[in-house]
C-alpha cells in the first residue's frame, strides 16, 4: 500500500461545478498537509498548506483534512476553465522535515 | 515565494551521455532539493542539495548517477549520468526559503533519451 493514495482522473466537471479531490494516507504521523496546481509543462505550484485537523480557506479553495481519517480534501467553487490543471497532495511530519511525500495527482479538465 | 529558474527547460539526449540542469533562485534559500516526476507516479525526491558539502540522497538514489553541486545559497546543478532511457523524467529543482516554511518548485527540466 502506497503512503498517498490520489485517485489519478481525469476528472471532467461543467464550469461553475464544486469540485472535490481527495487524498488518502496510512501515516499517521503526518502533519502537514498541501495541495499543490500543476499546468502542463510547468512546476507544482503551492496552493495551500494547513496543520493538522481543520479547514483552511483561500478564496474559492478549501482545503480540509480529517486526521482521524487519515483523508484531505480540496474543494474548488466556482470552477473555472482556468483551474484545468494536475493537483498533488502532499504531506510531510514533523515541522522542519520537508521530505514531502506526494500522490500521484489527479488531472482535471473544467469544461466551458 | 522565491522565483525559481532551471535550465535548460527540455533536453533530448542520446543513451550514454550526460546532462547538467541548473536551479538558479533569486534570494537566499534556506534547503534546495531534487525531485524526479516520471509520467503517472507522484513527484520522487532525489536528494537534498546541500551548501558546501555533499548532496544527502534518498533510497534508491546514488551520487555516481546523479552528482549534486550546491556552491552557494541560490545555486545547484543536477547532472544525470551515464544516461538510458528509464531516465526520461522531468527533473525539478524546490527550494525553502528563510521566510516561508513551505517548499515552491521550479518549472522542471524535461528529458527525453533515446
Known amino acids: 500500500q502506497k503512503e498517498v493514495e490520489q485517485d489519478p482522473g481525469p476528472l471532467s466537471v461543467p464550469e461553475g461545478a464544486i469540485v472535490s479531490l481527495n487524498c488518502t494516507y496510512s501515516?499517521?504521523?503526518?502533519?502537514?498537509f498541501m495541495w499543490y496546481r500543476q499546468y502542463s509543462r510547468k512546476g507544482p505550484e503551492l496552493l495551500m498548506y494547513?496543520?493538522?485537523?481543520g479547514n483552511k480557506e483561500d478564496g474559492r479553495f478549501t482545503a480540509q483534512v480529517d486526521k482521524s481519517s487519515k483523508y484531505i480534501s480540496l474543494f474548488i467553487r466556482d470552477s473555472q476553465p482556468s483551474d484545468s490543471a494536475t493537483y498533488l497532495c502532499?504531506?510531510?511530519?514533523?515541522?522542519?522535515?520537508?521530505?514531502?511525500?506526494f500522490g500521484t495527482g489527479t488531472r482535471l479538465k473544467v469544461l466551458a | 515565494s522565491a522565483v525559481i529558474s532551471q535550465k535548460p527547460s527540455r533536453d533530448i539526449c542520446q543513451r550514454g551521455t550526460s546532462l547538467t540542469i541548473q536551479c538558479q533562485v533569486d534570494?537566499?534559500?534556506?534547503?534546495m532539493f531534487w525531485y524526479r516526476q516520471q509520467p503517472g507516479q507522484s513527484l520522487t525526491l532525489i536528494a537534498t542539495?546541500?551548501?558546501?558539502?555533499?548532496?544527502?540522497?534518498e533510497s534508491g538514489f546514488v551520487i555516481d548517477k546523479f552528482p549534486i553541486s550546491r556552491p552557494n545559497l541560490t545555486f545547484s546543478t543536477l547532472t544525470v549520468s551515464n544516461m538510458s532511457p528509464e531516465d526520461s523524467s522531468i527533473y525539478l529543482c524546490?527550494?525553502?526559503?528563510?521566510?516561508?516554511?513551505?517548499?515552491?518548485f521550479g518549472p522542471g527540466t524535461r528529458l527525453t533519451v533515446l
Open positions: 524546490s527550494v525553502v526559503s528563510h521566510s516561508y516554511n513551505e517548499q515552491f
Open positions: 501515516n499517521s504521523a503526518f502533519q502537514y
Open positions: 494547513t496543520y493538522s485537523s
Open positions: 502532499a504531506m510531510s511530519g514533523t515541522s522542519g522535515t520537508y521530505k514531502y511525500i
Open positions: 534570494s537566499q534559500v534556506t534547503m
Open positions: 542539495a546541500n551548501q558546501g558539502s555533499e548532496a544527502t540522497y
